[in-house]
């Protein structure tokens, strides 16, 4: 596509539930990375993937979350067990190789504003 | 990863230039600088990138002195619609991901 989708743009659940949040690279990116965004601060990385492998998931905060990217393009934000910090707006962003696109940048999708009541 | 310090808000009018100076005093030799704006409710947005002295492009002008410890984005005759954050990043190829500090929050006023 022409840019990063995410999906969907807001979802709110409710404490304890489960949540799935998708995120769909531009098209031929092999890199994939997400992040989580609070009111008034700067995004906080999670997750990145190099193809179908997660090549670095030092930033999820536990073992309630959670991502896939099965095909390499695709990829699924999941979390269990919400809680109401969880609530944050979670943003995708992919790049063409990963590894050498710092000069070129990376292009990130809108969020999804998730919310736990 | 080299941390960054930014002002935390800015205030300007419409055609003016915006300057929003960033330190890095920790830069590390393969590092660059990079600067991303985001408006509410959108990801952020790649604006430029720099190593050393002067990089200029369609949207904005990055200076950065001999010694790296510090960059100026320059914003030439802001509108409203450059009201946004704008976050200075510093690092490399190897670290693959961005370490976002907090951001310059840049409110353009009529």
């Known amino acids: 596509g022409a840019g990063v989708s995410q999906t969907p743009s807001n979802k709110v659940t409710e404490k304890g539930k489960y949540v799935e949040l998708r995120c769909d690279p531009i098209?031929?990116?092999?890199?994939l990375y997400w992040y989580r965004q609070s009111l008034g601060q700067g995004p906080e990385f999670l997750i990145y993937f190099q193809g179908t492998g997660a090549a670095d998931d030092s930033g999820l905060p536990n073992d309630r979350f959670f991502a896939v990217r099965p095909e390499g393009s695709v990829s699924t934000l999941k979390i269990q067990r919400t809680e109401r910090g969880d609530s944050a707006v979670y943003l995708c962003?992919?790049?063409?190789?990963?590894?050498?696109?710092?000069?070129?940048?990376?292009?990130f999708g809108s969020g999804t504003r998730l919310t736990v009541v | 990863l080299a941390k960054t310090t930014q002002p935390i808000s800015m205030d300007s009018y419409e055609g003016q230039e915006v300057n929003i100076t960033c330190s890095h005093n920790n830069i590390a030799t393969n590092d660059y600088i990079t600067w991303y704006q985001q408006f509410p409710s959108q990801g952020p947005r790649f604006i430029i990138q720099?190593?050393?002295t002067k990089v200029t492009n369609e949207v904005a002008s990055l200076f950065i002195p001999a010694d790296r410890k510090s960059s100026t984005l320059s914003l030439p005759r802001v509108s409203l619609s450059d009201t946004a954050v704008y976050y200075c990043?510093?690092?490399?190829?190897?670290?693959?991901?961005?370490?976002f500090g907090g951001g310059t929050r840049l409110m353009v006023k009529p």
């Open positions: 098209s031929g990116h092999t890199a």
């Open positions: 720099g190593y050393k």
């Open positions: 962003a992919s790049s063409l190789t990963g590894d050498r696109d710092y000069t070129y940048g990376y292009t």
């Open positions: 990043l510093v690092g490399n190829n190897a670290g693959n991901m961005l370490t």
